[in-house]
């Protein structure tokens, strides 16, 4: 497997997860408001994952079951450095970006991040790519 591959994979990731969050804050917020809106932006952001790792998992070519949750694993570290230091840069408080994680709360953050995680493993299992 090329590491590279999967980080490169997971900036297309970032990108297409960027133009969906402007334009859900764009449209949806003002219509539902920011918790709903989010909380529907994390599942319409776990379906915008999902087809991107199943366009590329062959193309990053793993080799084992276990590289495809080090991938996820990968990908969601590169995401909470992304997400934290994103809000510390326009200035969120760190209340405000944990906010997003708190299930109490109606955060789903943790739900998507989760997904995140398997979303290689599955991508593959569907794409019929069976590793040990």
């Known amino acids: 497997m090329k590491w590279q591959r999967a980080i490169v994979i997971w900036l297309l990731i970032a990108v297409a997860e960027s133009v969906h ?3 859900r ?7 539902i408001g920011e918790l709903p809106s ?5 599942v319409v952001a776990s379906a915008i994952i999902f087809t ?11 080799t084992s079951s276990r590289e495809l949750i080090h991938i996820g694993e990968l990908w969601v570290v590169l995401t909470l450095i992304f997400e934290f ?3 510390y840069l326009l200035g969120y408080s760190v209340d405000r970006m944990l906010s997003d994680y708190n ?4 955060g789903v953050m943790s739900f998507g991040l989760l ?10 299992r569907a794409r019929g790519i069976l590793l040990s």
């Open 21 to 23: 969050g402007t334009l």
């Open 103 to 106: 299930i109490i709360k109606g």
């Open 25 to 31: 804050r764009l449209f949806l917020v003002p219509q």
């Open 115 to 124: 997904f995140m995680l398997f979303a290689p493993r599955l991508a593959a």
């Open 38 to 42: 989010h909380q529907i932006g994390v």
């Open 85 to 87: 230091t994103l809000g």
């Open 52 to 62: 991107i790792a199943w366009l590329c998992i062959r193309w990053i070519g793993v």
